[in-house]
């Protein structure tokens, strides 16, 4: 109990200003919504013909899985953060607003609105004084509904680096913290209910009081119920204004090229232990070692969104792998050697996308074809041919992105003439756990997988060569390193720091033991002596560190 | 004066009349009662008058001008219309249901206030203890007493009321009515009353106009129609309650 209120206590300022940009997404995007969706609405009611095609084309947007519609709108318009999630949100929202606003509306008994016309009311009149009125809690049900459902889809935003309690569950998930995933997931569980009220408060506030209920004790309630979703909508605001994290809108000025003359370096991560520790190190790199300010956009979804998010400079660098760059983003193959693929991605970078490749950390993260321990040893395995024959006996857990990139699975497939009976999709933060519980018998690990130790398992030996090296080095953008040449030199000392060995030891102390891996990455950087003068240095490598210090 | 001029009004094209060839003039400062059962077209007429609906043939004139020569807005908001079922805003207070049309014709707020509680002072509501309630916390009746108030809020010179009192109960029915006469004594409005109710046309009425499948049968004062029916629906229709009043005669002790 004390670990978790230590736990909660020291996430509480992060807790605050995530709930802060959470409220704000959910809070402008349902705004948005109802702004568009009354109209529509009323255009619907008016219009006859217009009812089919706007709510079956709304209908249908609601149907888009929301990690799609947020990949669809990412390539669209080009840009990650705050933009796209809101409007995948407003998106979301648009169909209960539209649909009760139309159903409020026709629902207005006919003598009513007879009355309203008899007694010499416009058309708009009628509107506004007669069916909107009553239309209104109507409305206001889809307003709520909307609401709850952007709180709820919001969490996903966090993908594409538009933050809110996503974050914590993206965390979560990526270091096998349990706490982290209930720290996002109470508080936007909690703020679900906590919109609902609000929304249901203010409606009720402006509801008619009735005689009977005068001179009670509720009434005095009234007014301030009224103001409880503007109250939690400025909440949303502040916090994330006072936050300031004006990239998260968009980053348009570095988009066009030009670097921003802020002097804040903004270090992108993927949302897995290893690159948030990689971030993590080049961030106090840079911390101690410039006056730059750095900017942390960690837990970015996928290489495709940090490669755009780097091309079109709304991060200035983040760790890529040899590999994935050579084939992911630069769609080539064939080169095998390690050096050979440093030097094509070097040059392509340069020339493609205005971004320079660094010196490479030390350690080759490839793709390891990954088995039990006792599997193996019961059958012989020892390489990746060993399995080929057995394979279609085999459960394989592989993440979506193995099971679809050329110089994953496919490929796989073709250089052992091996299939294996089922593939399931995984997240790559539970695959090690499913080996080992025996849900599958496959995983795509990688070579620095901390876990492969700790789960007893063995990574086979890839004996034709098939995974092209995985070097892991920073990427940064070359306006930036030609503004800052002080970049490089900052990062310089990472070069050749890293084992397979030692980032297996640092992934594990993320992933296996939950420690936070701004922790991990300080202590090992301090132990390493590369933080501030020697004579301030941490505890020296190996020695027990407490969780949470750095 | 309200003049009807071989108005007709068929819903579908001509096929079938909800009034055919109806002919009839209001005079100024009488109550005229268009009597009928239901589905005779009563309610069609008077909806014409104010163009809630629009005639498909004939000419309806308010003061010698054509009703659809006239805005329809303007024209709703200088008669005053009483709906058959109350039609009072339930989201609107008491008070801002008989001051709508003065509301919409952009009065002052104190005038339109000091108009509104006048009017409930006259159909007999207590200001202080109604003006601020809403529709559903008073009874039918007082819920028609404002029905009336806010046909008269600006002060028109016509009367529109289709079967206002159809929904009540016979004792306040019969106060309503007997207060409505009164009224009119005081304010020398021209009425036109659509019923049902024999007894009611009765009461009310300086002429009646006998409505039948959309034609007028008859039109003339409560003793022509009683005692020269045009015809033997008339004769029918006011012999009925003649009977029953008799039939009530003779158990009365």
Redesign the interface.
């Given at each position: 109990m004390t670990a978790w209120g230590a736990f909660i206590l020291e996430r509480l300022p992060e807790l605050w200003s995530r709930t802060g940009e959470h409220l704000f997404l959910t809070g402008l995007a349902t705004g948005i919504a109802v702004v568009l969706g009354l109209p529509v609405g009323i255009a619907c009611r008016r219009i006859r013909c217009l009812r089919a095609p706007v709510l079956g084309a709304i209908g249908i947007l609601q149907t888009i899985p929301s990690l799609a519609m947020l990949a669809i709108l990412l390539s669209l318009l080009g840009k990650i953060g705050a933009v796209p999630a809101i409007i995948a949100l407003t998106l979301y929202a648009l169909l209960p607003i539209v649909r009760n606003t139309l159903t409020g509306l026709e629902g207005v008994p006919d003598?009513?609105i007879?009355?309203?016309?008899?007694?010499?009311?416009?058309r708009g009149?009628q509107l506004r004084?007669?069916r909107i009125?009553?239309a209104l809690p109507v409305i206001v049900a889809g307003v709520r509904t909307a609401a709850v459902i952007g709180v709820g889809i919001a969490t996903l935003s966090a993908f594409i680096g538009a933050g809110g309690l996503g974050d914590f569950i993206n965390r979560g998930l990526a270091l096998r913290d349990s706490r982290l995933l209930v720290l996002g997931a109470v508080p936007a569980a909690i703020l679900a209910l906590l919109v609902d009220f609000a929304i249901w408060a203010a409606e009720w506030s402006a509801r008619?009081l009735?005689?009977?209920e005068r001179r009670r004790v509720l009434a005095a309630l009234k007014r301030p119920a009224l103001l409880a979703p503007a109250a939690l909508v400025a909440f949303g605001v502040v916090t994330s204004v006072l936050e300031l994290r004006p990239a998260r809108l968009g980053g348009g000025a570095a988009a066009r090229g030009r670097v921003g003359t802020s002097g804040t370096v903004r270090i992108g991560s993927k949302e897995f232990a290893e690159q948030l520790l990689l971030g993590e190190m080049m961030a106090r790199m840079l911390e101690t070692r410039t006056h730059l300010t750095v900017e942390r956009r960690f837990g970015l979804g996928g290489t495709m969104i940090c490669h755009e998010a780097l091309t079109r400079g709304e991060i200035d660098l983040y760790a890529e792998y040899t590999g994935t760059g050579y084939q992911a983003v630069l769609k080539q193959k064939g080169a095998r050697g390690a050096y050979t693929v440093f030097g094509i991605v070097r040059d392509q970078y340069r020339q493609r996308f205005g971004a320079e490749w660094l010196e490479p950390f030390g350690f080759n993260n490839t793709y390891a074809i990954t088995v039990r321990r006792a599997d193996a040893a019961r059958n012989r395995w020892r390489t990746l041919s060993d399995l080929a024959p057995t394979a279609a006996d085999l459960t394989a857990g592989f993440t979506s992105e193995f099971q679809e990139r050329a110089d994953g699975y496919p490929g796989l497939r073709r250089a052992y003439g091996l299939s294996f009976g089922k593939a399931i999709d995984m997240s790559p933060a539970l695959m090690a756990e499913a080996l080992s519980q025996g849900e599958v018998d496959v995983i795509c690990a990688f070579a620095t997988d901390g876990r492969i130790a700790a789960y007893n398992l063995l990574p086979l030996a890839d004996d034709r060569g098939y995974f092209p090296p995985y070097d892991a080095a920073p990427v940064v953008r070359t306006a930036v390193l030609a503004e800052h040449p002080e970049v490089r030199d900052a990062l310089a000392p990472l070069a050749g720091l890293l084992t397979d060995a030692t980032m297996q030891r640092l992934n594990y102390e993320v992933e296996g033991k939950q420690r936070s891996p701004a922790a991990v990455a300080a202590e090992f950087l301090a132990a390493k002596g590369l933080l501030g003068p020697p004579g301030r240095a941490a505890p020296p490598a190996g020695a027990p560190a407490k969780p949470g210090a750095g | 004066m309200i003049t009807l001029e071989r108005v007709s009004k068929s819903y579908d094209g001509g096929r079938t009349y909800a009034v055919r060839d109806l002919s009839l003039h209001v005079a100024e400062g009488e109550t005229l009662v268009l009597l009928g059962s239901s589905g005779c077209g009563k309610t069609t007429t008077l909806k014409m008058i104010?163009r809630?609906i629009e005639p498909t043939a004939g000419r309806i004139e308010i003061d010698g001008t054509d009703v659809l020569d006239q805005d329809p807005?303007?024209?709703?908001?200088?008669v005053g219309?009483v709906?058959?079922?109350i039609?009072?805003?339930?989201?609107m207070?008491i008070r801002r249901n008989v001051e709508?049309?003065p509301l919409?014709l952009g009065w002052a707020l104190a005038e339109r206030r000091r108009r509104a509680d006048e009017l409930l002072k006259l159909v007999g509501l207590n200001t202080a203890t109604y003006a601020?309630?809403?529709p559903d916390?008073l009874s039918g009746g007082q819920q028609q007493r404002v029905g009336v108030a806010?046909a008269l809020a600006a002060d028109p010179a016509y009367l529109l009321m289709d079967e206002p009192f159809g929904a009540l109960d016979a004792v306040t029915r019969d106060t309503l009515q007997q207060e409505l006469l009164a009224l009119r004594r005081r304010l020398g409005k021209t009425i036109v009353f659509v019923t049902h109710d024999v007894f009611e046309a009765l009461t009310l009425a300086d002429r009646i106009a006998v409505l039948h499948d959309g034609r007028l049968l008859q039109l003339g004062s409560k003793k022509d129609v009683m005692h020269e029916p045009a015809d033997a629906f008339v004769r029918d229709l006011f012999a009925k309650p003649g009977r029953q009043l008799a039939a009530y005669q003779d158990l009365a002790p």
């Open positions: 003598r009513v007879e009355a309203a016309r008899g007694v010499g009311m416009t009149q004084m007669v009125p009553l008619p009735r005689q009977s | 104010n809630l807005i303007a024209l709703r908001r200088s219309y709906f058959q079922g039609g009072l805003f339930p989201h207070t709508i049309v919409l601020e309630r809403y916390e806010r």
